[in-house]
Structures are given as C-alpha cells and as structure tokens.
C-alpha cells in the first residue's frame, strides 16, 4: 500500500497557495539547544537559528518573505 505524503506532492497547497519548499540544517547536541540553519530551496543565503524559538522565527521569516515575494509577481 502507498502513502502519499507533503514530499511527494509538488503542486498548490489546498486554498491555491504553493507550497515553500525548505532545506533545514539541524544540529543536536545532548543538552545544548538545538542549532542550525534553514533557507527556501533554490534561493539566496539560509537563515542561521539558535534553539527552538529562533527556528520558529526562521521560518516565520521565511514564510513571509515568500508571500511578499508572490504579491510583486
């Protein structure tokens, strides 16, 4: 049996608006916090983050600079 999953599908998400592909880069480490970048697939430098709040923000920041971006075009 198949499952489909968010990976496998490449078009418009439900209400018409596309999808913001991502590429995270996460470090782990025991009892620090977590640690890494993250950055839209394709486009310019990623956003550094420190611990879960600044993922957050992340990609926050990324979400709405995609929209941004989507209302000039």
């Known amino acids: 049996m198949a499952a489909s999953s968010r990976r496998d599908h490449d078009g418009p998400e439900p209400g018409g608006k596309a999808a913001l ?6 470090s782990l480490t025991g009892g620090d916090p977590i640690t890494g ?12 983050f ?18 941004r971006r989507a209302a000039l075009s």
């Not at 420190?50 to 929209?67: F, K």
């Open 21 to 26: 592909k991502l590429v995270l880069e996460l």
């Open 37 to 48: 970048s993250i950055g839209a697939a394709g486009e310019g430098p990623p956003v550094r």
């Open 50 to 67: 420190h611990g879960w709040i600044g993922l957050m923000s992340a990609i926050n920041s990324l979400r709405a600079g995609a929209h």
